[in-house]
């Protein structure tokens, strides 16, 4: 690893600024007072919100966007994957250069970090402490991987020398972590593109685990404290558990804890009431694309809407070859509280094309699967189920329009992607959540 003396460097180009990671960094290192550019293959909310702040942002990925006085380029982990031409270049530059993740672990190597990781619950469970601590009047600095509704951003710059942050297992990125104190929310088969298998995964959280001074992984004596959330489904009772648990850790008291809870109101795209539309459709966002969350949030939505009161649409795009061909017999089962599923291109991100897996042949596995007896543990739910892949965005979209949801309904966008686009641009929310 190149030695690097953050006070020292002036100019920084982040490749990829518009990740929902980098971006944090990229605001810290702007609002600390250094001259900040970047590029992304394309505009979101976050370039939008970067831009708006006076950081320069070039739309498109190549080495000649690159300032040539840049004197350090940080860059997304997927680059060396899907552009290693790019990554050449810039290791050949002879730039000082970082992946995100090195750069995470850089700003918060003299801080007191709280590191939260986990298969699920990472985003919501680090947005609970991050609530608990400000809150607390404890003035804590955070990144997390979406945006806190009371702060509209990933990043939270506090006065204090505690750190909270998100902290992803993907290719063993959160070894660059030193947490004073580490929360384990689960362990399940995830990234099989990088990872062998579980025992390969846990071995990287074992590591993380000798990392760390103070090791939260069994969090269920807290489950009973944790107060009525305003956000439904027993996984966010789960994640209050163990933000209840690093929060006592940290001494704050349990009154203040259990109102911070009860007053949390979630996070961007973690199952996110857009709200509705004339028509009386309600709208929601999700960014889940494991089985195991795309699960919990229909039954979190079932909690709210019973069958019977409403119908639940939801229009899924699968995340990655890898994940879908690995997880399939489960995904074929996840959507079973649901009344319809529309299936959009699987995302494929950095990866290759591998036409053995696709949303047509997971849409074809989960109708044979309600035209049997249903074998799985919500046997006499969802047998009913209509399932249709699409093969571009705008079949999807007439298909949508077509369907002339109304007051009976509920629809949601569920993936890591960009699913959510096709509900922007069918549906016009006029009461919004």
Known sequence: MQNLDLLKIKKVFFVGIGGIGISAIARLMFLEGKEVSGSDMSENVLTQELAELGIKITIGQG???IPKDTDLIVYTIAIPHYDPKLFEQIKNSGILFKSYPEMLGLVTKDKYTIAISGTHGKTTTTAMIAKILVDAGRDPSVVVGSLLKDFKSNLIIGKSDLFVVEACEYERSFLNLKPKILVITNIE???LDYYKDLDDIKSAFKQLEMQSEIVISDYSKYLDKVPKLSVPGIHNRMDAAAAFAAAACLGIPEEIIKKSLAEFSGTWRRLEKKGETKEGTIIYDDYAHHPTEVRASLEALR???PRGEKNITVLFQPHLYSRTKALFSD????FNQADRVLLLPIYFAREALDPSVSSEKLAEAINL?????NPSPYKGEGKNIV?????SF?????FVKALKLGKNDVFVTM??????KVADKVFKVIHKS
Not at 369 to 373: D, N, R, S
Not at 394 to 398: C, F, Q, T
């Open 63 to 65: 080495f000649e966007l």
């Open 189 to 191: 088969p995830d990234h």
């Open 303 to 305: 909690e709210l809407y």
């Open 331 to 334: 995904f074929v089962t996840c």
């Open 369 to 373: 699967t309600h035209l049997t007896p």
């Open 387 to 391: 399932v249709q892949a699409f093969g």
């Open 394 to 398: 705008e079949i999807a979209e007439n």
């Open 415 to 420: 993936g890591a992607g960009e699913a959510y």
